[in-house]
Nanobody, 120 residues
Framework: QVHLVESGGGLVQAGGSLRLSCATS????????MGWYRQAPGKEREFVAS????????AYTDSVRGRFTISRDGAKNTVYLQMNSLKPEDTAVYFC?????????????WGQGTQVTVSS
């Protein structure tokens, strides 16, 4: 059993920054890849960023590359998403995701989500 708990969402003005955290617990040794998805109102959930536990390889969707940074703290079993230069179109519910494989395409584990709202 794996539990993912997000925190750090909120309301911010365009151009501002937020840092999301995803704390993991349970059988965390079973997780290799972790990352973030987001879902805006009326839209499908989309991939944002991922990081591998082994090697630390990262991946980003084009719309956030250069603005968002994903990282992990192995000692704290926590993954972070630093979001800078936020835009109104970044407004969404952000979900933490994890999977035993090397990718989070169709992840096995999900968090409950945290709301990020960027005002113009």
């Amino acid at each position: 059993q794996v539990h993912l708990v997000e925190s750090g969402g909120g309301l911010v003005q365009a151009g501002g920054s937020l840092r999301l955290s995803c704390a993991t617990s349970g059988t965390i040794f079973s997780i290799n890849a972790m990352g973030w998805y987001r879902q805006a109102p009326g839209k499908e959930r989309e991939f944002v960023a991922s990081i591998n536990r082994i090697g630390g390889r990262t991946a980003y969707t084009d719309s956030v590359r250069g603005r968002f940074t994903i990282s992990r703290d192995g000692a704290k079993n926590t993954v972070y998403l630093q979001m800078n230069s936020l835009k109104p179109e970044d407004t969404a519910v952000y979900f933490c995701a994890g999977d035993p494989s090397s990718t989070i395409v169709g992840p096995k584990y999900w968090g409950q989500g945290t709301q990020v709202t960027v005002s113009s």
